[in-house]
């Protein structure tokens, strides 16, 4: 490998990407839109989801219950109705999403029994809604029965101290406001990088290809290492800049919490982004035009890293089978890192292993590109 | 058939091709070719479309892998050393092959990075080859915006930059206005005399006299090589007269029959090129030959052929004779 050959081809390949409006497009305006349009696009976040409540009973704790309802951030209550046919009614209208119904036994049976239940009547036309609206529904009654319990406790003349370790809570790590959108900014920025990535590098052989100047450059003493080398700097570079954007609308923007060091967001970054720029590379190599390898790059990297890479759609609640296919999906790996620097802090010892397939993956993708763009030609 | 190799190429020999074979599936491209070119030599390669001479410069290039032969280029086996090859050349491809994207100047100093011109060095090589090109005042223009000659030139100067002992053109005049083609033969010969060889292929018959020797290719084979008056003198086995006549085709036909002496004959024009064996007993015997047919010759002389001529002749010959084979 020699320095000057690969500057030379730096040099070259900045030049025109810089007059290539289509790449430009790429590398500047791609990550931007996508940033805003996904990031407000897709929230999954129920705010004042409109209930309608029932309360069978109408004492005191019924009615403490229901403020808490009313109370969390959640919710919002519609309507108070009076019977289940009101109720299927207001649901059925849209008025409410779902509907909290209170037994005419709730304060007995809690006295009692010190367990009572409540009923959540739940829209299932949308089944999403309904699963998250059914979370938070538990997480507001579980709150409310730790409450009852522990001053029951106290009136038994229990030091509180003694009890709560024994309370069963339920929190939220990691994302205690249980903002959808700090799950999804930080997995978005990895679906942009894989998209911009590949598209970039697709261009950059097939455009040699189609225009004629391939023949002539294979014609030279440059080697396909310094051509591959040469060709991926200023995109690597570009991707940089990229994930810089990306990841500050994520945090300024956004205000996804960080809490991970720089260090390990720009080792596991700029692995990734090898990942992606050996891929579109290779498709670059192997088809010989623009709009082909563009094509084949986009279906290749966009679509595993939308749908198994467990940016939006959990990896856990996929089918096993398909839960084992996504450990090929090389995104996932970074999904997985960037949510843990972004949301816990993680560090590169704590992410070893998602650590060590994505460089696995580099250098099995550098590896394959380089083998595939040989000089001799036929 | 081929013609023998003019003596000087044998001692120098900057390019040796020894029974190059190279097939595409079944399709041969090129035929058990063989030739030599010596040092500070202008070879020029003729020939149809498809007669594989951009297939034969590809190899010598390192960019075609031959099917069977043996090249050499600088004493260096292309097959077993392309990357040592690619030092030594400066190319030429058919289809222009510069950056369209970037300026004269970006262009330059691109391939003079990729050949590692030296640095102290490089600022002069990108002046001659500007001033070579006639490019001055253009180095920060866009090369797509260039006119043709003006693109040709400038990938001569992109070839040379590096100065390589050996060049292969090809086509490097097609698609250029004769003044400009003028001019580009001008630069090659300059070359040339500063001791580069030269390998420059064209379509036009013309050119071939600019050439120190021609080889004539057809249907992957090299049918003729020797300088444009070797070729003329000799390659043609006979010499060439022509014939003017009221009735051009009955003429032509008897002629081809057994006329006394005459061992091909063809249309040119308004007049008939007849190869003999020897000019003056044609001159003798054909117009009573042909008067005893009622065709009375309105003219017949001795000509010298050109080299179209010997083309036309040898290519005819060779498709005869492929006829015959199959
Ligand atoms: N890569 C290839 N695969 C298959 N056939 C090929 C390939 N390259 C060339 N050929 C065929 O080989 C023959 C010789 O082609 P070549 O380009 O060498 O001809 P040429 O003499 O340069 O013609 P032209 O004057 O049109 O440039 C042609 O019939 C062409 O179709
Ligand atoms: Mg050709």
Request: glycine share 8%; with cysteine; net charge neutral.
């Amino acid at each position: 490998m020699r320095v000057r050959r690969i500057k030379a081809m730096v040099v070259k390949e900045v030049l025109q990407v810089w007059r290539d409006p289509r790449s430009l497009i790429i590398a500047l305006l791609l990550p931007f839109t996508q940033m805003f349009l996904f990031g407000y696009g897709i929230n999954l976040d129920l705010k004042h989801l409109p209930i309608c409540t029932f309360d069978r009973e109408g004492s005191q704790f019924s009615q403490d219950l229901l403020k808490r309802f009313q109370a969390s951030l959640y919710f919002a209550i519609a309507e108070n109705v009076k019977t289940y046919p009101q109720l299927a009614a207001a649901i059925d209208r849209g008025d409410c999403q779902a509907g909290i119904v209170i037994p005419p036994d709730f304060s007995e049976r809690l006295n009692d029994t010190g367990s009572t239940s409540v009923q959540a009547i739940l829209d299932g036309t949308d089944d999403n809604t309904a699963n998250i609206a059914l979370g938070y529904a538990a997480t507001v009654v579980t709150g409310y029965s730790n409450d009852v319990r522990i001053s029951a406790l106290a009136r038994q003349g229990r030091a509180l101290q003694q009890v709560l370790p024994l309370a069963v809570q339920s929190r939220v790590w990691f994302n205690e406001d249980l903002e959808s959108r700090n799950f999804i900014v930080p997995g978005l920025v990895a679906v942009i990088l894989a998209l911009v990535g590949a598209q970039l590098t697709a261009l950059t052989i097939s455009r040699e290809w189609e225009r004629g100047t391939m023949e002539l450059l294979v014609s030279t003493p440059v080697t396909s290492t310094e051509v591959m080398v040469g060709k991926l700097i200023p995109y690597l570079v570009l991707g940089w800049l990229d994930a810089a954007f990306c990841l500050i609308v994520a945090a300024l923007w956004f205000d996804v919490p960080f809490r991970g060091t720089f260090a390990t967001l720009f080792l596991t970054t700029t692995l990734f982004l090898i990942v992606v720029l050996g891929i579109g590379y290779l498709f670059s190599v192997l088809i010989h035009s623009q709009i082909g390898a563009s094509q084949i790059a986009l279906v290749a990297t966009l679509l595993p890293a939308m749908l198994l890479s467990g940016y939006v759609f959990p990896i856990d609640q996929m089918p096993a089978f398909i839960q084992k296919v996504t450990y090929l999906i090389y995104a996932r790996y970074y999904v997985t890192i960037i949510k843990a620097i972004f949301l816990k802090g993680a560090g590169i010892a704590d992410l070893l292993a998602p650590i060590l397939f994505l460089a696995i993956y580099a250098l099995a993708v550098v590896a394959l590109a380089a083998r595939a763009f040989r000089k001799r030609l036929a | 058939m081929t013609a023998p190799v003019a003596a000087d190429a044998q001692v120098d020999a900057q390019v040796v091709v020894e029974n190059l074979v190279k097939r595409f599936g079944d399709f041969v491209a090129v035929d058990h070719a063989s030739f030599r070119i010596g040092h500070g030599e202008i070879m020029g390669f003729l020939g149809p479309n498809g007669a594989g001479k951009s297939t034969i410069i590809r190899i010598l290039c390192g960019l075609l892998r031959p099917s069977a032969g043996r090249v050499s280029v600088a004493g260096i086996d292309v097959a077993r050393d392309p990357e040592l090859v690619r030092q030594r050349i400066g190319y030429m491809s058919q289809k222009f092959s510069l950056y369209r994207d970037l300026t004269v100047e970006e262009n330059l100093r691109f391939f003079g990075g990729i050949y590692r011109v030296p640095r102290g060095e490089l600022a002069e090589r990108m002046r001659f080859a500007i001033d070579m090109a006639g490019l001055g005042g253009r180095e920060k223009t866009l090369v797509g915006t260039l006119a043709g000659g003006w693109q040709q030139r400038l990938a001569l100067g992109c070839a040379v930059l590096h100065r390589p002992p050996i060049l292969f053109l090809d086509e490097p005049t097609s698609g250029v206005e004769p003044k400009s083609r003028r001019r580009f033969w001008d630069l090659i010969h300059a070359l040339a005399a500063d001791g580069v060889t030269v390998l420059v292929s064209t379509h036009y018959m013309d050119e071939a006299e600019y050439c120190h020797r021609a080889a004539l290719i057809n249907q992957g084979r090299i049918i003729a090589t020797g300088s444009p008056d070797a070729l003329k003198h000799t390659a043609l086995g006979g010499e060439l007269l022509l014939i003017e006549c009221e009735a051009l085709g009955p003429a032509l036909a008897a002629l081809r029959q057994q006329a006394p002496g005459v061992i091909d004959a063809s249309v040119f024009g308004n007049a008939i090129h007849v190869l003999v064996r020897d000019a003056d007993r044609g001159i003798d015997e054909l117009p009573a030959y042909l008067e005893r047919r009622a065709l009375p010759p309105i003219r017949i002389e001795r000509i010298n052929p050109s080299l179209e001529d010997v083309f036309v002749q040898l290519i005819a010959a060779d498709a005869a004779k492929r006829r015959q084979a199959a």
